[in-house]
C-alpha cells in the first residue's frame, strides 16, 4: 500500500500543456496583430480636410459673361459653372455631373450644359435632358453686387 | 482550412521537395550559435522598412516645396501617420546596427569561407545597399539638416579623382543640391535600391537555406574530430526563436517609436546660414570624422581625395575578404583577419564616438 492514495486527485478541467501553450500563443500573436492592423487601418483613412468655409465666392464679373456663354470658377474645392442665357439671366450650378463627378461645361450651340464623360445633357436650369446623369445639377443662388457696369456675379449655396 | 489550401496546391505543384527540405533542415547548437539571429533580425526589420515605407508614400509628396510640410501632414495630421513615420526612422537605424552586428559576428566567426564566397559577398553588397537607402532617406523629409549633410555627402563624392565632377553632377542633379536632387534620391530611394535589395536578399537566404548554418572554425574542428554535434530541427524549434527574436525587435522598435520621436526640424533653406552641429547619421559619422582630420595635403596628395580612396579601397577589400583568407578556406584559424577585423572595430566606434561629440 502507498500512501499516496491518502489525498484524493480530483481529475480537474481537461487543459493540458498543449492546449495551454496553444492558447497563449495564439492570444499573443492575434494581439500583436490587432496592434499593428489597427494603426495602420486608421492611417489609410485620409484625415478630413473639412469643407471649405467659403460659402460664396465671386465668380466672375457680369462684363466678362457674354450671353449664351459660361464659365468655370472654384467654389470652395470642386469646380461650379456660371451661365448666361441668351436672354440675359445668369444662374449658376454646381459643374460636377451628378453621375460620375466629371466637370460638365457650357454648350453654345445647342445652349445646354454637357458632360463629354457620358454624353450628359442638362438644360440651363441644371435639369436632365438625356444621358445618364441620375439627378439634375446642384444650383447656386446668384447675387449681383456693385455699381452698374461693373458688377461683380455672387455665388452663394443654399436659399437665399 | 490552411491544411486544405496546402493539399490543393501540392495536388497541382508537388511541393514534397519543400516539405522534406524543411522536415531535414537542422541548425547546430553551440556556443556562438546566438550570433545566427542577428541577419533573420535585420531581415525582419527591413520588412518592417518595406511595409512602413509603402505606408509613408501613400502621402509623402517628393518636391522641394512640398515634402517638409507633407512629412509635417504626416505627423501631425493622419492619424497615427507619427508612429508610422517614427517606426521607419527608428528601425532604419536599428537595421543599419543589427546589418553592422551581423557583418561584424560574420566576420570574427570566419563564416566567409569556403564555401560561404557567395554569401559574404551578397551580404557585404546589402550592407552597402542598406547605407545608400540611409543616405538617400535622409534627405527625403528635407529639412535643414539633411539639406546640408546631404551637400556635404555629395560633395565626398566630387573630391574622387577624374570622375568627381561627373559623379556629384549624377548624385545631385545638377551642381547644387536642389529639388532635383531631391527627386533623384527618392526615386533611388524606393525604386533603385528597392529592387536590388530584393534580389540580393533572395541570393542571399537561397544560398543560407541551401547551404546551411556555418560552423565556428574551433567547433568545426572537434566535429571532424569525431565530436557529435548537437543539432535543433530548423522547423519548429529554430523558427520559433527566430520569431521570438523578431519579437524583441518588434517590441524594442515599438518603445523607441513611442517614446522618443524622431524630429523633423527646421525645413531647408539653401539661402540659410548652415546650422551648427551639422553632421551625418550616425553610421556615417565614422568617416565624416576621418575626413575631417585630414590634412589638406598628404605627400603632396589632397588628404580628402586620399581619405575618400582608402575607403573605396577598403570597402572593396571587405568584398574580397573570403578570396584573401586562405588560411580559413583551409579550415586554419587566420588570427591576422581577427586582428584586422577587431582593428577595424575599434576604429569605427571610437571614431564614431568622437565625430559624435567634436565640434
Not at chain 1, 445633357?121 to 435639369?127: A, Q, S, T
Not at chain 2, 496546402?6 to 497541382?12: C, G, H, N, Q, S
Not at chain 2, 528597392?194 to 574551433?218: D, E, F, I, K, N
Not at chain 2, 525587435?249 to 531647408?268: I, N, Q, S, T
Amino acid at each position: 500500500m502507498t500512501v499516496r492514495s491518502e489525498i484524493p486527485m480530483r481529475p480537474g478541467p481537461a487543459i493540458d500543456r498543449r492546449t495551454f501553450l496553444d492558447t497563449l500563443l495564439t492570444v499573443g500573436f492575434v494581439s500583436t496583430a490587432a496592434a499593428i492592423v489597427y494603426p495602420v487601418s486608421r492611417y489609410l483613412v485620409p484625415p478630413a480636410t473639412g469643407e471649405p468655409a467659403t460659402a460664396s465666392v465671386v465668380a466672375s464679373t457680369l462684363a466678362a459673361l457674354k450671353p449664351n456663354s459660361g464659365l468655370l470658377f472654384k467654389f470652395g474645392n470642386k469646380p461650379g459653372i456660371v451661365i448666361r442665357t441668351a436672354e440675359g439671366e445668369v444662374r449658376a450650378f454646381s459643374a460636377v455631373c451628378t453621375h460620375l463627378d466629371c466637370t460638365v461645361q457650357f454648350k453654345t450651340d445647342t445652349a445646354q450644359l454637357w458632360c463629354p464623360c457620358h454624353n450628359g445633357l442638362y438644360d440651363v436650369g441644371g435639369n436632365v435632358v438625356s444621358g445618364p446623369p441620375p439627378r439634375s445639377l446642384e444650383r447656386f443662388v446668384v447675387n449681383l453686387r456693385g455699381e452698374a457696369g461693373a458688377e461683380d456675379i455672387v455665388v452663394s449655396r443654399g436659399s437665399s | 482550412m490552411l491544411k486544405r489550401v496546402i493539399a490543393w496546391v501540392d495536388e497541382r505543384v508537388d511541393l514534397s521537395d519543400v516539405r522534406n527540405f524543411i522536415a531535414h533542415k537542422t541548425v547546430p547548437i553551440h556556443t556562438q550559435e546566438v550570433w545566427y539571429y542577428l541577419g533573420g533580425m535585420t531581415l525582419f526589420l527591413f520588412a518592417v522598412q518595406v511595409v512602413t515605407g509603402i505606408l509613408l508614400l501613400l502621402y509623402y509628396r517628393p518636391s522641394a516645396a512640398e515634402a517638409y510640410e507633407s512629412v509635417q501632414f504626416i505627423v501631425s495630421q493622419v492619424e497615427f501617420g507619427w508612429l508610422i513615420r517614427n517606426i521607419h526612422s527608428w528601425s532604419a537605424n536599428l537595421l543599419v546596427g543589427l546589418a553592422f552586428a551581423h557583418f561584424m559576428s560574420v566576420f570574427l566567426l570566419k563564416s566567409y569561407r569556403k564555401p560561404r564566397e557567395m554569401t559574404w559577398v551578397t551580404g557585404i553588397l546589402l550592407l552597402f545597399l542598406m547605407l545608400g537607402f540611409g543616405f538617400s532617406g535622409y534627405l527625403l523629409p528635407w529639412n535643414e539638416l539633411s539639406f546640408f549633410a546631404t551637400k556635404v555627402g555629395t560633395g565626398i563624392a566630387g573630391s574622387i579623382p577624374l570622375a568627381g565632377k561627373f559623379l556629384l553632377r549624377l548624385l545631385r542633379g545638377g551642381d547644387d543640391v536642389t529639388g532635383a536632387t531631391l527627386s533623384r534620391f527618392y526615386a533611388v530611394h524606393v525604386a533603385v535600391l528597392p529592387a536590388l535589395t530584393t534580389v540580393l536578399v533572395a541570393g542571399h537566404l537561397l544560398l543560407v537555406q541551401r547551404q546551411g548554418m556555418s560552423l565556428p572554425l574551433a567547433i568545426e574542428r572537434r566535429v571532424k574530430a569525431g565530436e557529435p554535434l548537437r543539432e535543433m530541427r530548423f522547423f519548429p524549434n529554430y523558427v520559433m526563436r527566430d520569431v521570438l527574436a523578431w519579437y524583441i525587435a518588434l517590441a524594442l522598435l515599438a518603445a523607441l517609436a513611442a517614446f522618443y520621436p524622431w524630429e523633423l526640424g527646421k525645413k531647408a533653406d539653401p539661402f540659410a546660414p548652415v546650422p551648427v552641429g551639422i553632421r551625418p547619421e550616425w553610421y556615417f559619422l565614422a568617416m565624416f570624422h576621418t575626413l575631417k582630420l585630414l590634412p589638406s595635403h598628404i605627400l603632396g596628395l589632397e588628404g580628402e581625395r586620399l581619405g575618400v580612396f582608402a575607403f573605396g579601397l577598403a570597402a572593396a577589400l571587405l568584398v574580397l575578404v573570403p578570396f584573401l583568407d586562405r588560411r580559413a578556406n583551409r579550415g586554419e584559424s587566420s588570427p591576422l583577419f581577427t586582428i584586422v577585423a577587431v582593428l577595424g572595430l575599434i576604429y569605427f566606434v571610437t571614431f564614431t564616438i568622437i565625430g559624435r561629440y567634436a565640434k
